[in-house]
C-alpha cells in the first residue's frame, strides 16, 4: 500500500472539507428547461447548426421520456425546471500559462490540495481545469500537440474539430439511451475531449479535475475520448465540490471509442458532496459512461472510487464488438450516512474471444446502502467469450445494508462466465488486532478497508491510489464508534 | 514494579470469567499461567490488552505505576504491552510490512522518536526476521492472511520482535508449532529476554517451558489462580496433571 497512517491522520477532520464557494462573477442562464434556453446555451458557446439541431432532437425526445425508477435508491423529486442550465466565468480568455487563471479560482484549486503547477512538474499530468462548466485552464497542450493528440476541453473541440466531434458523438450513448442521457444530450455544458492518432501512445496521464460550483446549477459535462488504432492514454477524472444544502443534480455523459489494437485506461475517483450526517443535502449523481471496443484487440479500463455524492446511479459499461477485445472494470463505492449508491457495470460481449473483468468492492457504513447492479450479455455471435466477476461488500455497523444484482443473459453456449460474491463485516476482533499493535481504531479502520479495496487501488494511478485512499478515510470518519 | 493486578474480575457475555486474580510482575520476570481449557486464561490477556468484549467489573490493574484499565487498547500496546495472540486474525489485503511499520511508527512517535522511514524500518526489520528464521516473504503478504497456523505464531513473535514491549503476554504461542518451530520461537523469546522487559507466558501445556525458563509459575483454575510457584511447578503439573489443583487452591 502507498499511502502512510499519517497521511490518513492528517486527514482527521470531521466535516467535509471541501465545502468551500469560490466567489467568481457567474454568467447564469435564467431557471427552468424549454426549447428557448437549448438554443441559448448552443449560442452562448457559438456552436455550429448541426449541434443545436443535436440537442434539440436530444431535448424533444426527453420531454416523453420519464425518469427512470428501477434504482435501488430514493431520493426527493428533482424540479427541472427549478435549475439553471447554464453558468460561465465571466471571463473566458484563453490562457496560456497558469498564472493567468483567476486568482480565486487558483485559490480554490489550494484548497482543495491540487497544487497544478506541481503536478505538472513532479508528475507529468497535463490538467485541463474545468472550473464549472467552462475550461479555465489547459497545459501540456503544445507538447500533446506535438504528437498530434488532441486534449481540449468539449467546447473547443466542436470549434476547433467539428468534423471529430460530429463523427463520435453520440455514437456510444445515443440522444435517446436515457432519460439523464437525453437531458445531458440537450444542455451538456462543457466536458473534455480526447483524441489520441493512430499508433499514439499517449506519453502521460491525462488528468481533469471537475468541479461543481455556482448555487443551483446542475453540471451536465459530457466527455468523449477516441482512440485510433493502436493507440493509448490514460485518463483520470477527479471531482470534488463545494458544500451546498440543497440537492444538486449531476448528469454526465462520458463516451469512449477504442479501434483497432487501442487501450483506453479511464480512473475517476468522485467525492462530491455527501450530504450531512443527517441525510441533508448533496450531490445526485446520475450518470452515464459507456466505451465501445470498436475495433479488434482493443481494450477498455474503467476504474472508479465513489465516496462522493448523496445519490450514485452509475453503469461504466463496455460493448465489445471487436473480436479479442477487452473490457474491465474496477470499483469502489462507499456509503456512509445516508448515502445511496447503486452501480456497477454492463459488458455486453458481440466479438468472437471477448473477456471483460468486473471487480466491484462495496463498502457500506451508517445507514448508507449500496447496490451492486452488473449486467453480462454474451451475444449470439460472441463465441469463447469470458467474464470473471467478483462483488464484495464490506459492512461497517449494522443499519446499512448492501444488495448485489447480478444479470446474465448468455446466446452462445461457448461463453464462460464466473460469478463470485462476499458479503463481510469489518470484525471488531480485526480492529482489536490492529489496536493490540498501537494503531488508533480510525487508522485501523482504514487500513482494513484499504485492504479490502486493494484489487482495484492497484488500477489506479500512483497518485490517484493515495488520494482514493485518503478520501476513504475521510468518508468513513466516525462510521466506527 | 512493572504489573500489579489486584483481584481482577473479568465477564464475558454475561458470565463471570475471572473471579479475583492477584498477580505482581517485576521488570525482567517471566510468569507462566498455567491451566486447563476454559480456565479463563485468554480472558486474563485480552482483558489486560483491553478487548472491548471483556468487561472489567473489580480490580485493579497498575501498569508501571498507571492505572491500565484507564487507556484505550491502542494506547495500552504504544506504551509498552503487548499480545502475541493465540489466534491471530487475518486482514486481507494489508501487506505485514507496511502494518508493523505503522504499528512501529505509531509507537515511536508517542515516544517522541523520528518516525523510521522504509529504508531504516526494513534495517530494523531485517534483523529480526534473521533472529526468527522467518523467510522475507513474510512480509509482502498480507498480515496472516493464508498463513500456516504455525507461519501466525511465528509472525505474532516477529511483531514482538519489531515493536519491543515492555510487557509481552504470549498466549499459546506454543500451540500449533511443532518441535523445531517451538525451539526457533523460543530462541526469539529469549533472546528478548532482558531486565528491562517482562513476560507473561500463557500455556496448556508445560513443553513450552522447557525452553522458556519461566521465573515463577502460576495455576489458573475457574477464573483463580489457585496455585503459584517456581518452575518446578511446572513440572509437577506435567506428571500429575491439573486434577486436584483446585481442590488444592480451595483448601489453603
Ligand atoms: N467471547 C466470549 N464469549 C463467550 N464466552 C467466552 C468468550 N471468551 C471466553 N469465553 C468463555 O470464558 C471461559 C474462559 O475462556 P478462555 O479465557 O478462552 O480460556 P482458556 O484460554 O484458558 O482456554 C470459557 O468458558 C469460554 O467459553
Ligand atoms: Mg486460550
Known amino acids: 500500500m502507498s499511502t502512510t497512517t499519517e497521511q490518513i491522520e492528517k486527514l482527521a477532520n470531521t466535516e467535509y472539507k471541501y465545502g468551500f464557494v469560490t466567489d467568481v462573477e457567474q454568467d447564469i442562464a435564467p431557471k427552468g428547461l424549454n426549447e428557448d434556453i437549448v438554443r441559448l446555451i448552443s449560442s452562448k458557446k457559438g456552436e455550429p447548426e448541426w449541434l443545436l439541431e443535436w440537442r434539440l432532437k436530444a431535448f424533444r425526445a426527453w420531454l416523453k421520456m420519464e425518469e427512470p425508477k428501477w434504482q435501488n435508491v430514493q431520493y426527493a423529486p428533482i424540479d427541472y425546471q427549478g435549475t439553471s442550465y447554464y453558468a460561465a466565468p465571466k471571463e473566458k480568455k484563453k490562457l496560456n500559462s497558469l498564472d493567468e487563471v483567476d486568482p480565486e479560482i487558483r485559490a480554490t484549486f489550494d484548497k482543495l490540495g491540487i497544487p497544478i503547477e506541481e503536478q505538472k512538474l513532479l508528475s507529468n499530468v497535463a490538467v485541463d481545469a474545468v472550473f464549472d462548466s467552462v475550461s479555465v485552464a489547459t497545459t501540456f497542450r503544445s507538447k500533446l500537440a506535438e504528437l498530434g493528440i488532441i486534449f481540449c476541453s468539449f467546447s473547443e473541440a466542436v470549434k476547433d474539430h467539428p468534423e471529430l466531434v460530429q463523427q463520435y458523438i453520440g455514437s456510444v450513448v445515443p440522444h435517446t439511451d436515457n432519460y439523464f442521457a437525453a437531458l445531458n444530450s440537450a444542455v451538456f455544458s462543457d466536458g473534455s475531449f480526447v483524441y489520441i492518432p493512430r499508433g499514439v501512445k499517449c506519453p502521460m496521464e491525462l488528468s481533469t479535475y471537475f468541479r461543481i460550483n455556482a448555487q443551483n446549477t446542475g453540471q451536465f459535462e459530457r466527455t468523449l475520448i477516441v482512440a485510433d488504432e493502436g493507440a493509448s492514454v490514460s485518463y483520470l477524472e477527479g471531482c470534488t465540490a463545494p458544500k451546498r444544502d440543497e440537492n444538486q443534480l449531476h448528469a454526465a455523459v462520458v463516451e469512449l471509442v477504442a479501434h483497432t489494437d487501442a487501450t483506453i485506461k479511464y480512473s475517476t475517483v468522485q467525492n462530491w458532496y455527501p450530504g450531512d450526517k443527517h441525510g441533508t443535502g448533496g450531490i445526485y449523481n446520475f450518470v452515464t459512461k459507456r466505451g465501445i471496443c470498436k475495433g479488434d484487440r482493443s481494450k477498455i479500463t474503467w476504474t472508479q472510487v465513489e465516496t462522493g455524492s448523496s445519490v450514485t446511479w452509475k453503469y461504466p459499461s463496455c460493448i465489445l464488438q471487436g473480436h479479442d477485445s477487452v473490457g474491465e472494470f474496477y470499483s469502489v463505492a462507499v456509503t456512509n450516512n445516508f448515502q445511496q449508491a447503486d452501480t456497477g457495470t454492463k459488458m455486453i460481449h458481440l466479438g468472437r474471444n471477448t473477456r471483460s473483468t468486473i471487480v466491484s468492492k462495496g463498502i457500506s457504513a451508517g445507514r448508507g446502502q449500496n447496490t451492486y447492479r452488473g449486467a453480462v450479455k454474451i451475444g449470439k455471435n460472441a463465441r469463447n467469450a469470458r467474464n470473471y466477476s467478483q462483488c464484495d461488500s464490506l459492512l461497517i455497523g449494522d443499519r446499512c445494508g448492501a444488495h448485489t444484482f447480478p444479470y446474465l443473459e448468455i446466446k452462445n453456449t461457448t461463453a464462460k462466465v464466473e460469478h463470485e460474491a462476499s458479503t463481510s463485516k469489518i470484525g471488531e476482533d480485526q480492529i482489536f488486532y490492529c489496536e493490540s499493535r498501537g494503531i488508533a481504531k480510525e487508522d485501523a479502520i482504514n487500513m482494513i478497508v484499504s485492504g479490502f479495496c486493494k484489487e482495484v487501488f492497484r488500477e489506479l494511478p500512483m497518485e490517484f491510489a493515495v488520494e482514493a485512499q485518503k478520501l476513504l478515510g475521510i468518508s468513513l470518519e466516525g462510521s466506527v464508534g | ?252
Open chain 2, 1 to 252: 514494579m512493572l504489573l500489579e493486578v489486584k483481584n481482577l474480575k473479568v465477564r464475558v457475555a454475561d458470565k463471570e470469567i475471572l473471579k479475583g486474580i492477584n498477580l505482581t510482575v517485576q521488570p525482567g520476570e517471566v510468569h507462566a499461567i498455567m491451566g486447563p481449557n476454559g480456565s479463563g486464561k485468554s480472558t486474563f490477556a485480552r482483558a489486560l490488552s483491553g478487548h472491548p468484549g471483556y468487561e472489567i467489573t473489580e480490580g485493579e490493574v497498575r501498569y508501571n505505576g498507571k492505572d491500565l484499565l484507564d487507556m484505550d487498547p491502542d494506547e495500552r500496546a504504544r506504551d509498552g504491552v503487548f499480545m502475541a495472540f493465540q489466534y491471530p486474525v487475518e486482514i486481507p489485503g494489508v501487506n505485514n510490512a507496511y502494518f508493523l511499520k505503522a504499528a512501529l511508527n505509531a509507537k515511536r512517535k508517542q515516544q517522541g522518536l523520528d518516525e523510521l522511514d522504509a529504508i531504516d524500518f526494513m534495517k530494523v526489520v531485517k534483523e529480526k526476521l534473521e533472529v526468527l528464521h522467518i523467510d522475507d516473504s513474510m512480509l509482502q503478504r498480507s498480515v496472516n492472511e493464508g498463513f500456516s497456523g504455525g507461519e501466525k505464531k511465528r509472525n505474532e513473535i516477529f511483531h514482538m520482535a519489531v515493536l519491543e514491549p515492555a510487557l509481552a503476554l504470549l498466549d499459546e504461542t506454543d500451540s500449533g508449532l511443532d518441535i523445531d518451530a517451538l525451539r526457533v520461537v523460543s530462541e526469539g523469546v529469549n533472546a528478548m529476554r532482558s531486565p528491562e522487559r517482562s513476560f507473561v507466558v500463557v500455556t496448556h501445556y508445560q513443553r513450552l517451558l522447557n525452553y522458556i525458563v519461566p521465573d515463577y509459575v502460576h495455576v489458573l483454575s475457574e477464573g483463580r489462580i489457585v496455585r503459584s510457584g517456581g518452575k518446578a511447578l511446572a513440572l509437577e503439573l506435567e506428571e500429575k496433571g491439573y486434577a486436584g489443583q483446585a481442590a488444592v487452591g480451595a483448601r489453603r
